[in-house]
T-cell receptor, first 109, second 113 residues
Framework: QKEVEQDPGPLSVPEGAIVSLNCTYS??????FMWYRQYSRKGPELLMYTYSSGNKEDGRFTAQVDKSSKYISLFIRDSQPSDSATYLC?????????FGTGTRLLVSP | DSGVTQTPKHLITATGQRVTLRCSPRSGDLSVYWYQQSLDQGLQFLIQYYNGEERAKGNILERFSAQQFPDLHSELNLSSLELGDSALYFC????????????FGPGTRLTVL
């Protein structure tokens, strides 16, 4: 079992939809959870990170962590075609650097 | 622009050859990380350096090696190249104690023919 699992997609939604992207993880010994966005053939860029369980909001993006279920979610409100990208989740702890394989999101106009 | 630079952008070479990829971290960042990304594998962590010393190792092959120099730039050396080494190679950097928040460079696309 991989330490971080993501559905590879693609996930196709119409413009304006609410998008839910999810990750599950298998090892509880990690502290920080992060979401990165990667446009095609570009380097990943950090979107959000959170430490504790609960929600963290930044504009149209909300990151949610449920440590009891080992579940990480990223919600995108009012999705735009410019949100079309691959979204990678990541958890980190001491000397552990694990990314999910990424979920490809396609937002159509 | 993340502030992390990588050269070259593209590299085309033949099997059995050796190449060197270069990375300059953001100003002030002491850690450098190398990742490999191929189509079906996602981002695979290779190795981390912190202030010139190896800090963590991931799925790095013995044919690959890296180092970080006193000016904090890093090089990833790939030798005895195989077709399967064709991938995007990313470098990332982070501040010490920055919760591991990494800033990625634009990547080097390696094609092995």
């Amino acid at each position: 079992q991989k330490e971080v699992e993501q559905d590879p997609g693609p996930l196709s939604v119409p413009e304006g939809a609410i998008v839910s992207l999810n990750c599950t993880y298998s090892n509880s010994a990690f502290q920080y959870f992060m979401w990165y966005r990667q446009y095609s053939r570009k380097g990943p860029e950090l979107l959000m990170y959170t430490y504790s369980s609960g929600n963290k909001e930044d504009g149209r993006f909300t990151a949610q962590v449920d440590k009891s279920s080992k579940y990480i979610s990223l919600f995108i409100r009012d999705s735009q075609p410019s949100d079309s990208a691959t979204y990678l989740c990541r958890k980190t702890g001491f000397q552990k650097l694990v990314f999910g394989t990424g979920t490809r999101l396609l937002v159509s106009p | 622009d993340s502030g992390v630079t990588q050269t070259p952008k593209h590299l085309i070479t033949a099997t059995g050859q050796r190449v060197t990829l270069r990375c300059s971290p953001r100003s002030g960042d002491l850690s450098v990380y190398w990742y490999q990304q191929s189509l079906d594998q996602g981002l695979q962590f290779l190795i981390q350096y912190y202030n010139g010393e190896e800090r963590a190792k991931g799925n790095i092959l013995e044919r690959f090696s890296a180092q970080q120099f006193p000016d904090l730039h890093s090089e990833l050396n790939l030798s005895s190249l195989e077709l399967g080494d064709s991938a995007l190679y990313f470098c990332a950097s982070s501040l010490p104690g920055g919760a591991g928040t990494q800033y990625f460079g634009p990547g080097t696309r390696l094609t092995v023919l």
